[in-house]
């Protein structure tokens, strides 16, 4: 069996090496240079991409801003998991939002900008404490800008005047008080079976996620429910096969969609050591028409961004329960090198063992490490 990946960075790296026990043979498209390479060798396979595309028996995608002509002809091969219906959704803050209001699913309150001009019509609407989305081809926090006060939006304008609004339209939204973030990461098969992960909680740190824990404390029947819902109402409507993720916003019981990960996720890697059936496995075995995996969690886990830093010795690996993901690239500011999944047999002990690791990092690239360790010792 082979699927063929479209992107080949860590997400590829990470679903071929969950494949090779199940026989599953994953390459990988560099979408720059349209290149095959094996995404954990990283060398290039001699194969033309016509070729590879008929040899396949499945083509799925690592992120979601994939070149149009590229989509087109994976697309046209009939072999594409998830659609590009919803490989569009996911990469278009527009789509993503009119498939939100299609389907009566919460969401921050936000407004199309077209035009520089139209923004003080939006700070009228949502408040002068906003957040500017480009609704293509940001990701981590990039292609992002806030507005704090009413007094900065010259300034702003005058920046995003630069940009072709009319061609990437901006998303405008409140600045949310939310109490927490969390996500949901399920998978989805052919048949329309689903099998989900406990929502996690997510902490991001100037646009970018820095530690998910999973299952994410405090979390009652009705909440999980609300979440498993949304995904059910997205995931039915966009025929969706594969791993899906939601981000949400948590205000009181309230869950709002942040956005929506047509593909495996950041805040789903601590599946790997958590949980029965990680999500790369998952992913393989929905896009193949294999029966999903279950996704019983094994321990409470966290997951920790290695963020722009690699100058550490790696003697942590004496912490119990500490595993190691290293993704083997050029060390780049904000670029994530690897991450670590902490396993535990409670949430006190997992704060511990955090708060361990913590002593062997450069702390200033894991801002959020130690103030969570200490409120999950409080658990
Ligand atoms: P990623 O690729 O990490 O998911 P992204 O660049 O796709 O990020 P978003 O998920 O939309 O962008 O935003 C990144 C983070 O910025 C969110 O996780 C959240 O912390 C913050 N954020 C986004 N929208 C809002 C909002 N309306 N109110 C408050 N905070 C927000
Ligand atoms: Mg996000």
Same mark, same amino acid.
């Given at each position: 069996m082979s699927i063929l990946v479209l992107g080949a960075g860590q997400l590829a790296r990470m679903m071929? $090496?969950?494949?090779?026990?199940?026989? &599953?043979? =994953?390459?990988?498209?560099?979408v720059v240079d349209n290149k095959i390479v094996d995404p954990v060798t990283k060398l290039v396979i001699n194969n033309s991409l016509?070729? $590879?595309?008929?040899?396949?028996?499945? &083509?799925? =995608?690592?992120?979601?801003?994939?070149p149009e002509d590229l989509l087109e002809l994976v697309h046209t091969s009939g072999k594409l998991k998830p659609s590009v219906e919803a490989i569009l959704t996911g990469a278009d803050r527009v789509r993503e939002k009119k498939l939100l209001a299609k389907l009566a699913i919460a969401n921050s309150p936000f407004e199309i900008v077209t035009d520089v001009e139209q923004l003080d019509n939006a700070v009228e609407k949502l408040g002068e404490r906003l957040i500017i989305k480009a609704s293509r081809d940001g990701y981590d926090g990039y292609g992002q800008w806030r507005l704090e006060s009413k007094s900065e939006l010259p300034g702003l304008k005058q920046k995003l005047s630069k940009l072709d609004l009319q061609k990437v339209p901006l998303i405008v939204e409140t600045m949310l008080n939310f109490d927490r973030e969390l996500s949901l990461v399920a998978v989805r098969n052919g048949e329309g079976d689903i099998a989900y992960y406990p929502l996690a909680e997510n902490l991001h740190h100037k646009g970018q996620l820095h530690v998910s824990i999973a299952p994410a404390p405090n979390v009652d029947t009705p909440l999980n429910q609300q979440a498993q819902d949304i995904f059910n109402k997205l995931s039915e409507s966009l025929d969706y096969v594969g791993v899906l993720a939601v981000e949400f916003f948590q205000i009181g019981q309230q869950l709002l969609v942040n956005e929506i990960a047509p593909r495996v996720h950041n805040s789903g890697h601590w599946t790997?050591?958590?949980?029965?059936?990680?999500q790369f496995e998952n992913h393989l075995r929905a896009?193949?028409?294999?029966?999903?995996?279950?996704?019983?969690?094994?321990?409470?886990?966290?997951?920790?961004?290695?963020?722009?830093?690699?100058?550490?010795?790696?003697d942590m690996l004496s912490i119990p329960g500490c595993h190691l993901h290293w993704y083997g690239k050029a060390s780049?500011?904000?670029?994530?090198?690897?991450?670590f999944n902490l396993c535990a047999d409670n949430y006190a002990e997992l704060g511990k063992i955090m708060l361990a690791l913590a002593e062997y990092l450069p702390i200033e690239h894991f801002p959020m490490l130690k103030d969570e360790a200490v409120k999950l010792t409080k658990l």
């Open positions: 071929a $090496l969950a494949g090779y026990p199940l026989g &599953i043979s =994953v390459q990988a498209v560099d016509d070729r $590879l595309i008929e040899e396949v028996d499945a &083509i799925t =995608v690592e992120f979601e801003h994939i790997m050591q958590g949980a029965d059936t990680c896009v193949r028409s294999l029966p999903l995996g279950s996704t019983k969690v094994t321990s409470p886990t966290a997951m920790i961004n290695i963020i722009g830093c690699q100058a550490f010795a790696r780049r500011k904000k670029r994530k090198m690897g991450h």
